[in-house]
């Protein structure tokens, strides 16, 4: 029984490598991995929201271009590691898996592990010992967030593809693909936010871009900046632009205002916090000295909440910090 | 004169539709809008404490589910239950079975920012597989700790702390109620409360049921563990003119108070005081960072107050000596 459509993240899934955005050269790497119709085991590495698993997907799917859509579903299995992490479920259902018979039409199986990261030791020493066992039979793809949680053995059975933070631009290259493609209206700055909150993770820009257009009031609606910000639980970017600003240019008086007015508006303390530091990593035009200062106040300030200490007052520590820095 | 006096005020004036729910105005309106679509995504209600989250993902569910809300919903609070075990099977078994008339089953885990990173793993994964039939609604008081993958799957909606106009409004409508008059004026009452509450609409609604009401703000400051302001103007006072020993004096009064509330209330005055002064008041509010992150981790309450104080009688007085 169906609630509800396909949400957009599944429905704008990129079916081939080609529909992929950004990751130019790892996407050039894997083409070269698969071009002879066949692939290593490999590992995905990268953060949340980057494409690992679509790229995996679309992967399969160019590899075994041609065959019946029947053919391609049995033999592509995406397996997570999450709920099914112990060595028992790697040496029963995933070793099932990778052993059992495949289609003759097709040159091997591949298993797609998410959250690879996640798997225990000892079930990774099982895992290894399989990859090694029926590689003819079945290729894995790992996919996880850090590789260093994967251990050597299989780190060095496998190619590795590295996956960085979707730029800014790509995010909304995507996302006004999709605007697009669904006939809402978003204007220019609701865009730029959409790309902003998301820090490089375009599933967060696609559904956050879903949720705001849940609320237009009558069909001709235009969401803008506001209306983003109001659905991610983040400061307005103006407003964290404005508080560095203050700061510099001496007003300090009131960038201490300004941090009661963001935590009174519902932000943490922590995300503030953080946000004032990716927006000294943005800024190209802040000096390197300035945005040692930033970085290593805001690391202190997040630190020290997180250890339960008050969130106004180590904001405040941070502004005046940086102020006298 | 109080006849229904059986239930707290805290339940007795929950807000049953949004319309009464406070000062939360965007808030609501991405509220609304999920209503209005039937909850078509997974939802992350955030905020600090008491500003109405639990109160709005009832009505959410009771709008959205109608007559089934009891055999379709599971309401689990995830501080003490949710982990590993509780979502694999009874979670997972409760989303597997059918639902009560054929709609979307709701999941509202409070608290979900406590439920370990291992555990929210597994949740996501399910928060994905069961995605056609169930929706999750999550409240937390920290967004920070839910993980980055489940954060990106859910709509967040951010729940600020009440203003001092929502704490007028609300205890104006009490008070009238309960058909008590309260000794000072509600406007400056109400400021109080928010100065010692932050803004938790919960606390605001006990304090103001158990406070003395003829005498409401030496009560509320009592009852709630901050010093009086009178005290804390008189310790300013000594900070500035660099008697040191005056205050030791008042030592047993600081000691009775939490230091997180001393903190707080003394770095209000002390930047009214550097105001003009931008040198100093950098400097106040970098000694305050130090002395919080002190008294937080560990150390001698007494002994790192005295050092507070020691350090803003160097920095505020030192222009006057």
Same mark, same amino acid.
């Given at each position: 029984m169906e609630v509800i459509d396909v949400p957009w993240v599944e429905k704008y899934r990129p079916r081939t490598l080609a529909d992929i955005v950004g990751h130019d050269k790892s996407i050039d790497r894997i083409k070269n991995l698969i071009a002879d119709g066949s692939m290593p085991h490999m590992i995905f590495e990268g953060p949340a929201g980057t494409g690992k698993t679509s790229t995996a997907l679309a992967m399969t799917n160019d590899l075994f271009r041609g065959k019946p859509r029947r053919v391609v579903n049995e033999s592509v299995k995406e397996l997570n590691a999450s709920d099914a992490r112990g060595i028992n479920v790697v040496r029963t259902t995933l070793k099932d898996y990778v052993k059992g018979k495949k289609n003759p039409q097709v040159p091997f199986k591949v298993l797609i592990l998410d959250e690879a990261d996640n798997m225990t030791a000892p079930a990774q020493q099982a895992l290894r010992r399989q990859m090694e066992k029926y590689s003819k039979n079945c290729r894995i793809a790992l996919m996880c967030n850090y590789s260093n949680k994967i251990i050597p053995?299989?780190?060095?059975?496998?190619?590795?593809?590295?996956?960085?933070?979707?730029? *800014? #631009?790509?995010i909304k290259k995507r996302v006004s693909y999709i605007i697009d493609k669904e006939r809402v209206r978003v204007s220019d700055d609701g865009i730029e936010a959409l790309a902003y909150i998301a820090y490089g993770d375009l599933r967060?820009?696609?559904?956050?871009?879903?949720?705001a257009s849940m609320f237009s009031e009558g069909d001709d609606y235009e969401i803008v900046e506001d209306d983003i910000y109001a659905i991610t639980g983040m400061v307005d970017r103006r407003e964290i632009q404005g508080l560095i600003q203050e700061v510099f240019t001496g007003s300090l008086g009131s960038a201490l205002d300004a941090i009661e007015g963001m935590?009174?508006? /519902? +932000?943490? /303390?922590? #995300?503030?916090?953080?946000?004032?530091?990716? #927006? *000294?990593k943005m800024d190209d035009n802040m000096s390197?000295?300035?945005?040692?200062?930033?970085?290593?106040? *805001? +690391?202190d300030a997040v630190y020290r909440i997180s250890m339960g200490c008050s969130e106004v007052i180590q904001l405040r520590a941070m502004v005046a910090g940086m102020h006298g820095g | 004169m109080i006849t229904s006096c059986d239930l707290p005020w805290v339940e007795k004036y929950r807000a049953t539709t949004l319309d009464e729910?406070?000062?939360?105005?965007?808030?609501?309106?991405?509220?609304?809008? @999920?209503?209005?679509?039937?909850?078509?995504?997974?939802v992350i209600l955030s905020g600090t404490q008491g500003t109405g989250k639990t109160t709005v993902a009832r009505i959410i569910v009771n709008e959205v589910l109608g007559d089934v809300v009891e055999a379709n919903v599971m309401e689990v609070n995830a501080s003490d239950r949710v982990r590993m075990d509780f979502i694999r099977n009874e979670l997972r078994s409760f989303i597997q079975q059918s639902s009560m008339g054929g709609g979307m089953k709701v999941v509202i885990m409070e608290e979900a920012d406590n439920i370990p990173p291992d555990a929210q793993n597994a949740l996501r994964r399910l928060m994905e597989s069961s995605y056609r039939t169930c929706r999750f609604i999550l409240t937390c008081n920290y967004l920070s700790n839910i993980i980055d993958p489940i954060r990106s799957r859910c709509m967040t909606i951010r729940f600020k702390p009440v203003s001092a106009g929502g704490i007028v409004y609300i205890i104006d409508k009490i008070l009238k109620a309960e058909g008590i008059k309260s000794a000072v004026n509600i406007v400056t009452l109400a400021k109080e409360l928010k100065k010692v509450t932050d803004g938790d609409m919960r606390l605001v609604i006990n304090t103001l049921q158990a406070c003395d009401?003829?005498?409401?703000?030496? =009560? @509320?400051?009592?009852?709630?563990g901050f010093a009086r302001p009178i005290t804390i103007d008189s310790v300013l006072l000594f900070i500035k003119k660099g008697k040191l020993d005056k205050i030791l004096g008042k030592l047993n009064v600081m000691n009775r108070i939490s230091h997180r509330n001393f903190l707080k209330q003394l770095e209000e005055r002390a930047f009214q005081e550097c105001a003009g002064d931008l040198l100093?008041? =950098?400097k106040v509010a970098r000694v305050f960072g130090d002395y919080d992150e002190r008294l937080t981790l560990a150390g001698n309450q007494e002994l790192q107050l005295i050092g507070l104080i020691s350090r803003l009688c160097v920095i505020m007085g030192g222009a006057e000596n």
């Open positions: 053995p299989i780190q060095s059975r496998c190619a590795v593809v590295h996956f960085k933070p979707l730029l *800014a #631009e790509d967060k820009s696609i559904n956050t871009l879903q949720a935590l009174n508006s /519902g +932000s943490s /303390g922590k #995300e503030i916090a953080l946000q004032v530091f990716m #927006e *000294a390197v000295a300035d945005k040692i200062t930033i970085s290593s106040l *805001a +690391s | 729910v406070q000062d939360q105005k965007v808030a609501l309106r991405v509220v609304r809008g @999920i209503i209005a679509n039937g909850l078509p995504m997974n009401i003829d005498n409401p703000i030496e =009560s @509320i400051y009592d009852m709630l100093a008041l =950098s």
